[in-house]
């Protein structure tokens, strides 16, 4: 096996976005069947929106286990290794994901099976916290300071490319099994074919060497024991700018991407299909926009990048969401693409605030914390406050968040200099 300064970039790069792609597509067909999940958990006497809402409350417990899992696996990483978590975090999501896929129903084990289904959504929520801080620390210190942003970009447009997968997996189901199939049995061969995903990024992943950085760190005894108090002793600073800027990009993949349907349907009277398809093709154009903003922050500089996208995403929030009803959505696809300018840029910055024997640690809290608090709680906020004053209400809960990004590269630490 070759050593991580000779082995292929694209290589590794490849191999770290099979786990973002498995994230999203975890949490896109879980949402999509959350009908099917709850006929198939919870009593038949039920109501189907009642046992819907009760499976959408299963995967919020999910997602808020991520920062905790994120800080246990985070101290595992600065103390043991990034390989070692690396590799470990994407076979606990297949297996949980495969167990969710052949878990018996109520109608076998009664109250049991909902109260397993929370368990291994806890479980899995608990890994996945700890995949992106691990895989993201990992390719930053394989690819060096000069190459980290594209790199990074590319994982993130692999979690983007989960969105999709799982969208196109769950048309051909419906597609294929039909409607009737696809309520009663069908919809768990998506779990399935997710965790097959896993096994294959996790035997991919297994023989990978450990980066240089924290070699250097085992090899000169200098590992931090207790990595997370010494985190937030000695870098405060970089946490809160590190969460700022990790909660615009909640924030806008909440209400820009996945929550977008939802908003365009119930506040603009758009229709299902056309809401559908203005989120695919604004996920879309942000994968790509992700790649060649991280190319450029290499090149002209994140920060420098991150500032300017927070403030034109600032000053088109009102106009773009006030002229939906006018103009159409073509505004709102353009200011997800100003957004995905910063969360392109921004990634690469990230993991150069903390010190490499800190680094997963503050990783973990910044993403993890934000993908819990602003991203877990982003739909209802957003829809929230859609229904209370409109859509100029949810552009101005955009500038909030844009300020907010401002404020965080404002606050980074003085040592970051792109």
């Not at 920062?67 to 949980?96: K, N």
């Not at 992106?132 to 210190?141: F, G, K, T, Y």
């Not at 939802?262 to 398809?277: E, I, K, R, W």
């Not at 600032?314 to 773009?320: F, T």
Request: aromatic letters at 12%; one cysteine or more.
């Amino acid at each position: 096996m070759l050593h991580p300064t000779t082995q292929p970039l694209w290589r590794t790069t490849a191999i770290s976005a099979l786990g973002g792609i498995f994230e999203f597509y975890d949490f896109v067909i879980f949402a999509i069947f959350a009908p099917q999940i709850g006929a198939a958990f919870f009593p038949t006497e039920t109501a189907p929106s009642t046992a819907t809402l009760k499976t959408f409350a299963i995967f919020a417990v999910g997602y808020f286990a991520r920062p905790f899992g994120g800080i246990l696996w985070a101290h595992i990483a600065d103390r043991r290794g990034r390989a070692f978590v690396f590799s470990h975090t994407v076979l606990g999501m297949a297996t949980t994901t495969l167990l969710i896929g052949l878990l018996p129903g109520y109608a076998t084990l009664g109250f049991a099976a909902p109260v397993l289904l929370v368990v291994l959504r806890l479980v899995q929520g608990m890994a996945l916290g700890g995949e992106i801080p691990a895989s993201l620390c990992w390719l930053s210190e394989h690819a060096g300071p000069r190459r980290t942003g594209l790199v990074t970009a590319i994982l993130l447009a692999g979690v983007n490319s989960g969105l999709l997968l799982g969208q196109s997996v769950a048309l051909i189901i419906e597609t294929v099994f039909g409607s009737e199939h696809a309520m009663t049995w069908a919809w768990r061969l998506a779990f399935v074919f997710g965790s097959c995903i896993g096994v294959f990024a996790y035997f991919m992943r297994r023989h990978v060497h450990e980066t240089d950085a924290f070699t250097t760190l085992r090899n000169s005894d200098t590992i931090d024991l207790f990595p997370l108090r010494t985190l937030l002793r000695n870098s405060p600073r970089a946490v809160i700018a590190g969460f700022l800027m990790c909660s615009v990009h909640a924030w806008i993949v909440a209400a820009l991407y996945l929550a977008l349907p939802t908003f365009l349907v119930n506040n603009c009277g758009m229709t299902q299909s056309h809401a559908d398809a203005t989120a695919l093709v604004s996920s879309a154009i942000a994968s790509v926009i992700y790649v060649i903003s991280g190319w450029l922050a290499d090149r002209y500089g994140a920060k420098k990048l991150c500032a300017l996208a927070a403030s034109v995403v600032a000053i088109l929030a009102l106009p773009a969401y006030g002229s939906v009803m006018n103009v159409g959505v073509a505004p709102l696809i353009a200011l997800g693409a100003v957004g995905g300018i910063f969360i392109g840029a921004y990634l690469g910055l990230l993991p150069q605030f903390f010190s490499p024997s800190i680094r997963v640690s503050g990783i973990a809290v910044s993403y993890d914390g934000a993908s819990a608090i602003v991203g877990g709680t982003g739909p209802f906020l957003m829809l929230l406050i859609a229904d209370r004053f409109g859509p100029y209400g949810v552009g101005a809960l955009l500038i909030f968040f844009a300020l907010c990004g401002i404020t965080g590269v404002l606050i980074a630490p003085k040592n970051v200099a792109i």
